[in-house]
C-alpha cells in the first residue's frame, strides 16, 4: 500500500513542478513524510522543504544521435543520403537536355533519340563536348540561308 501512495505523490510533484515524473527526485532518507503527504499542499510544502526536487535536463541527445546514425542503422548508399553523385549528374544532364531540345529541329532523324540517350548514359561532360560530337558526326544540318 505504501508503494501506492509513493506513486501518487509522485504525479502530484510532477503536476506542480511542470515536469514529467522521470525528473522528479524524492529524498529516499524522508519516504515516511512524503507517504505521509495526502494533498496537493502536503506535497507543495515537501517541495518546498526540498525533500522533494525537480532534476534538470539532460544533455542536448547528440551522443544518441551518433547511436541511429552508425553504420547498421542507414538506409541507401552515401551518395543517396547526400544527394552526392545525383545531384552532380543532374547538373551536367539538365543542360545537356535543354541544348538537345533547342537544336532538336536541326537534328537529322533518328540522331535526337540517339544523342538523348547518350547523355542519359553520361557520355558528354559539357554541353561543348555534345556540340562537338554532334557536329563531328554531322547530325545537325546547317541553317538554311535565304538570299
Not at 529516499?28 to 525533500?51: Q, S, Y
Request: net charge positive; charged share 30%.
Amino acid at each position: 500500500m505504501a508503494q501506492r501512495h509513493k506513486l501518487s505523490q509522485l504525479r502530484v510533484a510532477a503536476d506542480l513542478l511542470k515536469c514529467g515524473t522521470s525528473r522528479v527526485w524524492m529524498d529516499p532518507k524522508a519516504a515516511a513524510k512524503i507517504n505521509a503527504a495526502i494533498t496537493r499542499a502536503d506535497v507543495r510544502r515537501l517541495i518546498d522543504k526540498g525533500l522533494i526536487k525537480k532534476l534538470p535536463v539532460e544533455g542536448s541527445g547528440a551522443p544518441g544521435k551518433r547511436r541511429y546514425q552508425r553504420r547498421g542503422s542507414r538506409k541507401g548508399s552515401a551518395s543517396a543520403r547526400a544527394g552526392g553523385s545525383k545531384v552532380a549528374w543532374l547538373k551536367i544532364v539538365r543542360p545537356q537536355r535543354n541544348l538537345l531540345n533547342q537544336v532538336k529541329p536541326r537534328l537529322q532523324p533518328m540522331a535526337y533519340r540517339k544523342v538523348y540517350r547518350m547523355i542519359k548514359g553520361g557520355a558528354f561532360r559539357s554541353r561543348a563536348h555534345l556540340i562537338t560530337y554532334m557536329e563531328s558526326k554531322g547530325y545537325l544540318k546547317k541553317p538554311k540561308v535565304s538570299k
